[in-house]
């Protein structure tokens, strides 16, 4: 059998590199709040920004930029790169933040250089999973990875500039099948299923691709395959069936189901934009908001303590920020299309709901530290001979009555 | 101590167990406690656990995930060594490693697991 060991990493790490992951954290989260300033100033929402810096205005012009390739690329470049452990995954994310960054300087050429760099090192990153386990989901996560780089290079190269946001959406939609497509596995799947996939993938592609040469009937084939992206999502995967557990699996579900509720809005949007209707705000933010970001607030309890190194405490206050989240894109594409105050006071619900969740998570982190310290220390500790005595009753093993407690434990119900 | 080899065949433990028998019912409630909360199921009924080898001086566990491009492979390694802590002797070391050869599928899944998720 051939063995890859793959121990948990220890929680003492050297302080320099707490120092340069706390850093670098923190200059993700910096193009996260930056990316929303701008899609805010986009909204017409009047923020108190600092007149005499260039990063407002160039967050205004790159907000599309900021938020995919500076932001969402990182958080999934830092996610891959966790996944493979190898160093020079971590390129990936690095330059792609640098990209960012860049962006905000008013260095918009070398951004989008560096946002090519990211896109190549991350293909190189996805060959590496798909050489690990060859399988259609690591082969949709490469294809994702190359649908970035195409972005990337239109951008770079300024071409086709009306293509790039297609491309970039592709690299999103594409990482998100490939791990949906991942846990359709545990179902029994239906013949034809994983075929109806890629057909519409691969249409996503096609529209992509026609966007450079006819936005209207490029926007027409990619909205009609995100349309159909979502039926196959609402019907094959497996949140139908985890919706009716409890706790945070629940929660999972009901954000992909909320979704993938928006990706059908966000496909008609595309192509009512397409008819010249005025959906273009629809369909860019049920896309980018409705799917994608609430694919990140039901995952990121479960990412960010692999990212971050922290643990979270679930609880019900994680709807708060879910259902605003909703509630606001609501008023925003609803109303905002005929109203631009609507489409303001939506993006404003929009930008609170993502800090609510970020305090949610941070809240939840230390929720968790309070109420589960650390069992590697007892452990540690009752080796080491110096425990407390409340340490040493964790450490011994437990009676035949606690195991039998546990082993009862309906687990499937039950969220720690 | 006193070793027996216990194949899964034997057992309902769907993974080979290898070790003193009075360690096998509280090795698997402690692997029960860990969750994929995605799929709301453990990890051993999604059948990701091959193999747990007790030694005079160590607890072995050969695990897997279903994806190689899992990013939380970390936290759940650290999760089943957290659990084992609570229910192994103290002077038996932990060791939990990840194994990609055999790739995880779906005929690993317990019975359970499977009617969960409408087979």
């Known amino acids: ?416 | 101590m006193v070793m027996a080899e216990e194949l899964n065949l034997a057992t309902s433990v769907p993974y080979r167990y290898s070790g003193p028998p009075e360690l096998r019912a509280p090795i698997e409630a402690a692997l029960r406690q860990v969750v994929d909360p995605e799929v709301a199921l453990t990890i051993v009924d999604v059948g990701l656990v091959y193999a747990v080898t007790v030694s005079d001086k160590q607890v072995h566990v050969s695990m897997t995930m279903t994806s190689a491009a899992c990013p939380v492979a970390d936290i759940i390694l650290a999760d089943v060594e957290a659990e084992l802590e609570l229910v192994v002797p103290t002077n038996l070391s932990i060791d939990v490693e990840l194994a990609w050869d055999p790739p995880w599928t779906a005929d690993r899944m317990s019975p359970r697991a499977k009617e969960l998720m409408g087979w």
């Open chain 1, 1 to 416: 059998m051939q063995v890859v060991m793959h121990k948990p990493s220890h929680p003492g790490a050297p302080l320099l590199v707490v120092g340069l992951r706390a850093g670098f954290l923190m200059g993700v989260a910096a193009l996260l709040v930056t990316g929303i300033v701008g899609g805010l100033l986009r909204a017409g929402v009047a923020l108190p920004v600092p007149g005499d810096s260039i990063w407002p205005g160039q967050a205004v012009l790159g907000h599309a930029f900021l938020m995919i390739c500076g932001f969402m690329g990182t958080v999934i470049g830092i996610e891959r790169a966790v996944a493979v452990k190898l160093r020079f995954a971590l390129g990936a994310p690095v330059a792609s933040a640098l990209a960012g960054l860049a962006m905000l300087a008013g260095e918009p050429s070398a951004a989008a250089w560096l946002a090519v760099v990211a896109a190549t090192v991350f293909i190189a990153v996805n060959a590496v999973v798909v050489e690990h386990q060859r399988a259609p989901h690591t082969v949709l996560l490469l294809a994702g990875a190359a649908a970035w780089l195409v972005g990337n290079l239109l951008q770079a190269l300024d071409s086709q500039p009306a293509a790039v946001i297609p491309w970039w959406f592709s690299f999103l939609v594409l990482t998100i099948a490939a791990e949906r497509l991942e846990m359709t596995r545990l179902m029994r799947r239906r013949r034809g299923a994983p075929i109806a996939l890629y057909g519409c993938l691969v249409t996503m592609l096609l529209g992509a691709t026609a966007f450079a040469m006819s936005p209207v009937w490029g926007g027409v084939v990619y909205g009609v395959s995100l349309t159909l992206l979502a039926g196959w999502l609402m019907v094959f995967d497996i949140a139908r069936r985890t919706v009716v557990a409890t706790g945070l699996s629940r929660y999972m579900a009901i954000c992909l189901l909320l979704g993938y509720c928006w990706l059908a809005v966000a496909g008609a949007a595309w192509v009512a934009t397409s008819a010249g209707l005025p959906f273009r705000d629809a369909a860019l933010h049920a896309l980018g908001l409705g799917f994608i970001f609430s694919m990140m607030l039901g995952h990121a309890p479960v990412i960010l303590p692999a990212l971050a190194r922290v643990k979270v405490r679930f609880g019900w206050f994680f709807y708060v920020p879910l259902i605003l989240l909703h509630a606001s894109l609501v008023v925003r594409l609803c109303l905002g299309a005929h109203a631009f105050d609507m489409l303001t006071l939506g993006a404003e619900g929009n930008a609170l709901a993502i800090a609510l969740f970020a305090l949610t998570m941070t809240g939840a982190a230390l929720a968790s530290r309070v109420r589960h310290p650390s069992a590697r220390h007892r452990r540690m500790d009752c080796v080491g001979g110096h425990q407390q005595e409340s340490t040493r009753l964790l450490c011994r093993p437990r009676s035949p009555a606690e195991l039998k407690a546990i082993a009862g434990t309906d687990a499937a119900t039950e969220q720690k």
